[in-house]
């Protein structure tokens, strides 16, 4: 290929030829005119690609330019986002059956229940009452599990009928147990407030100390 290019006498650029095995012969100027109609034409394409109804929807020429910015790789909660699709694939594809090992968590949920139960009896002892206001002689428990939780055997009561209705595979006790979750927060409510009434403000700093309700460290 050998392009030609002649300047004549007044300074000016005659069309130059671009000879193809001395057969074509192609203005630069016509050349260049084709080029510049390609990426005319290219550009309109794109345009209309990214004017698309559902690309304009899902801003998806934006998306994807955001999601190629490798400075802003790993500040954006990528992670959570990898976690969230293994998540999702694991939902329609579990790599193994969860069975035996609901049931362990199921039984040492009951025991602990039994425990708390228990330990809550023997800690108010003659000072029991199956009523929401505290007997005449009363006194306020705040020692041993009464550092952590305010109400250990209605936090046992829950963790117990859980427990029952779950190894048991209850979708009738699970319903239950809801429904005694709701009654003993009615019942605590009065029962604070009757506590309240009769300790002031050695209840309120208790209450301030041991902020969990029924489980330790959760609720």
Avoid: C
């Amino acid at each position: 290929m050998v392009a030609q290019r002649h300047v004549s006498s007044s300074g000016e650029a005659e069309t130059a030829k671009v000879s193809v095995d001395d057969t074509v012969v192609v203005p630069v100027e016509a050349a260049a005119a084709v080029t510049i109609s390609d990426s005319a034409a290219a550009a309109t394409e794109a345009a209309e690609v990214s004017s698309h109804p559902l690309t304009d929807m899902f801003g998806a020429q934006e998306l994807l330019t955001e999601l190629q910015d490798q400075d802003q790789f790993g500040k954006r909660g990528e992670a959570w986002t990898f976690a969230q699709v293994a998540a999702i694939v694991l939902v329609l594809l579990p790599p193994f059956q969860l069975v035996g090992l609901v049931d362990i968590l199921a039984t040492l949920l009951i025991t602990s229940g039994v425990v708390f139960m228990l330990y809550g009896i023997m800690s108010l002892g003659r000072f029991i009452s199956p009523l929401a206001a505290p007997r005449k002689s009363h006194e306020l428990i705040t020692t041993g599990m009464y550092n952590y939780v305010r109400h250990p055997m209605y936090g046992g009561l829950l963790m117990a009928a859980f427990g029952l209705a779950v190894i048991t595979r209850s979708e009738t006790r699970l319903a239950m147990a809801a429904l005694l979750w709701v009654v003993l927060e009615k019942k605590v409510t009065i029962e604070e407030r009757m506590l309240l009434e009769r300790y002031g403000q050695v209840y309120q700093d208790f209450k301030a100390k041991v902020t969990k309700k029924f489980f330790p460290f959760v609720y």
